[in-house]
């Protein structure tokens, strides 16, 4: 079974940029996935990427999030850029269904 692990949260201020890394432990199979928790609010999907090449992000994502995929090191990269403190999550990828265990990213104002 894959093990996820992203990384690259933190604390930033608003109008600032983050690049998550989320690495599998195996080899990206078919497609991996993007989402966040935000206090109060149910897991909201960001982006998909699979392994043809093929992106999709959420409506609100679209011109400030970036999902992009290094085969070779088994990593999907989320950049994020002008962060707002309603961006303030926890961020987490997907694979086949595995999800991996999150990293905060805090936006200060």
């Known amino acids: 079974q894959v093990q996820l692990m992203e990384s690259g949260g933190g604390v930033v201020q608003a109008g600032g940029n983050l690049q998550l890394s989320c690495v599998a432990s195996t080899p990206i199979a078919r497609a991996a996935t993007w989402y966040r928790q935000r206090p109060g609010y149910q897991r909201e999907w960001i982006a998909g990427i699979n392994t043809g090449g093929g992106i999709n992000y959420a409506t609100w994502a679209e011109g400030r999030a970036t999902i992009s995929m290094n085969d070779a090191k088994n990593t999907v990269y989320l950049q994020m850029n002008n962060l707002v403190p309603e961006d303030t999550a926890v961020y987490y990828c997907?694979?086949?269904?595995?999800w991996g265990p999150g990293t905060q990213v805090t936006v200060s104002s």
């Open positions: 997907n694979e086949k269904g595995i």
